[in-house]
């Protein structure tokens, strides 16, 4: 009789553990398909998953507000360095200091006069001086330099930048740089290539022959009535300064008599950290020419207070349909 008992306990414990067993592999089951309904899903929203563009809002002073979305898969680090600088605060109270109906808006100097470009701090690099060589170091890149002044790389085709097939039609936001190309030297041209720094423009028409020779970045959405406002302001003269037949050289030909005032920049990233950009060491037109006429340092301090002269190698080069668009190197 115990023995039979015995035998009962035994096989009830046996039936409990298969039950237990089985739904122990029922509930894996279920934790198992549920993992790769959970996988499928995030891949598939991965697969229709649409970044966002980043979005900038422009405040301009008694005038009203641009907006735009900027397009970093045409140009990447261009887009970066005008979203560091905007969200650094860099463009506010700076001014569109050149304005030319159906063509485009010029601003982002900070000099408001078009010599002026950004600088490594403007970014809030730290630098440190070397007190032995009078040199500053970039603590973030790593880099030395004697100058606090930066430039980016010229993210167009003309510059071996493929990617960037944005045209330059009405509305479109792209970067302003620097034109040696009337030196007729293709060595001091491809300088110019990557110069832009700070200062952008917006068309106001299309211009096909910009297409692939300067870096688009992106678009006007609203507010295209403002920036139609600008190009029309009152400007100083629509003639070149040159004194000849008695022009007045004391006029900038485009700038505008009250030059609109960019009270705010900023652009909304949609949550993406792009970081700083990838800057460059500016060329220094002005002491590369004086090498090439006086060979070196001695030449150049032969020319006494002349280092501080203001040269403008780009000066506006017009066609029937087009100018360049350009920063006044100094």
Not at 28 to 48: D, W
Request: aromatic share 8%; glycine share 10%.
């Amino acid at each position: 009789m115990k023995e039979e008992s015995n035998k009962k306990n035994e096989t009830k414990v046996e039936g409990s553990s298969s039950k237990i067993a089985i739904c122990a592999s029922i509930i894996a089951i279920f934790i198992v398909l549920g993992l790769i309904a959970y996988v499928a899903n995030t891949m598939i929203q991965k697969a229709n998953y649409k970044k966002e563009n980043p979005e900038v809002t422009i405040e301009i002073e008694n005038f009203g507000t641009i907006k735009a979305e900027l397009y970093p898969e045409y140009a990447p680090n261009t887009v970066t360095n005008f979203i560091a600088l905007a969200n650094k605060g860099f463009y506010n109270g700076l001014t569109f200091h050149r304005t030319i109906p159906d063509f485009m808006i010029q601003g982002g100097d900070k000099k408001g006069d078009g010599s002026g470009s950004a600088a490594l701090s403007d970014l809030g690099i730290e630098k440190q001086e070397d007190s032995n060589t009078n040199t500053t170091t970039n603590s973030i890149v790593g880099e030395t330099e004697n100058k606090d002044d930066y430039s980016i790389k010229g993210e167009f085709i003309l510059n071996g930048f493929t990617q960037n097939n944005l045209k330059h039609r009405k509305g479109v936001l792209s970067m302003a740089r620097s034109d040696y190309s009337a030196q007729g030297s293709t060595t001091i041209t491809k300088k110019g290539y990557d110069s832009a720094s700070s200062q952008f423009f917006i068309m106001t028409a299309d211009n096909t022959s910009l297409d692939g020779s300067y870096a688009a970045f992106g678009m006007v959405t609203e507010g295209m009535d403002v920036v139609e406002k600008i190009a029309n302001v009152e400007v100083e003269t629509r003639e070149e300064s040159t004194g000849e037949d008695g022009a007045d050289t004391t006029k900038t030909k485009d700038r505008p008599v009250n030059p609109p005032v960019i009270k705010s920049i900023t652009v909304d990233t949609k949550g993406v950290d792009y970081g700083m950009p990838e800057t460059l060491e500016p060329f220094d037109y002005y002491s590369y020419m004086m090498k090439q006429y006086y060979g070196g340092q001695s030449g150049m301090n032969g020319m006494g207070g002349m280092s501080g002269t203001s040269s403008t190698p780009l000066t506006t080069e017009t066609t029937e349909e087009t100018e360049t668009i350009g920063t006044t190197e100094e």
